[in-house]
């Protein structure tokens, strides 16, 4: 089945640096891609969805400009974290839509470890 | 806006035993309901989903769920559970067919033997 890879699988990065997370449509190409956060316990909250050869669009509350997106190919989304702060520090999980039975493919999620 | 909720953030069950994870929403229209499963260091991985007819939807691995428009619930449900069962799952919603998806706190089910 289609396989959606991300990387890395853990980072850990000091207060105020930047961190930049792939998420990756294997063997298939994804002209849309949504990127996830998930805080311990919780749900996953939908943070942008990510659009080949445009501009992202943010969900309410999403700040675009730390939250940086970029989906330059059609089988790669990037997600930069700038300037980062502890309370940055969560699961970020990408997903890519088939559009077939609405249905979609998560990549394994990256956890990000501000300190 | 609609919302998820699963009753239960956690469900102990002995091997072969049957289980039930709950799962209710709040939407003023007609949504596309799913429930995934993660295993650990693994993506969600789609279980069944209802869009539309039956309302007793089967999925992978014998699992199945019912969707009750009256009580907005889609609960899900195996009457024998393996151990390679344990894993989180989630119930999500869809509305307006865009795939975004607004999804439960998820439900730990751990099988014991």
């Known amino acids: 089945g289609a396989v959606v890879s991300q990387h890395p699988s853990w980072v850990i990065c000091k207060s105020g640096t930047s961190v930049k997370i792939e998420c990756r449509s294997l063997?298939?190409?994804?002209?849309?891609m949504f990127w996830y956060r998930q805080f311990p316990k919780q749900s996953l909250m939908l943070m942008a969805t990510s659009n080949e050869g445009s501009k992202a669009t943010y969900e309410q509350g999403v700040e675009k400009d730390k939250f940086l997106i970029n989906h330059a190919s059609l089988t790669l989304s990037t997600l930069t974290v700038t300037s980062a702060h502890p309370e940055d520090s969560s699961f970020y999980i990408c997903?890519?839509?088939?559009?077939?039975?609405?249905?979609?493919?998560f990549g394994p999620g990256t956890r990000l470890t501000v300190t | 806006a609609q919302s998820v909720t699963q009753l239960d953030s956690q469900v102990p069950v002995f091997e072969e035993a049957p289980v039930e994870l709950r799962c209710n929403y709040s939407?003023?229209?007609?949504?596309?309901l799913f429930w995934y499963v993660q295993y650990p260091n693994q993506g969600l991985q789609l279980l069944l989903k209802?869009?539309?007819?039956?309302?007793l939807v089967k999925g992978i691995n014998g699992f199945e769920a019912e969707f009750n428009k009256s009580q907005t619930s889609f609960h899900l449900r195996k009457p024998s559970v393996h151990i390679s069962d344990t894993a989180e799952y989630f119930c999500a919603v869809m509305k307006d067919s865009n795939y975004k998806l607004t999804f439960g706190k998820g439900t730990l089910l751990t099988v014991n033997p």
């Open positions: 939407s003023s229209v007609s949504v596309y």
């Open positions: 063997d298939f190409q994804a002209t849309t």
């Open positions: 209802y869009l539309s007819g039956s309302t």
């Open positions: 997903s890519a839509p088939i559009f077939e039975g609405y249905e979609q493919y």
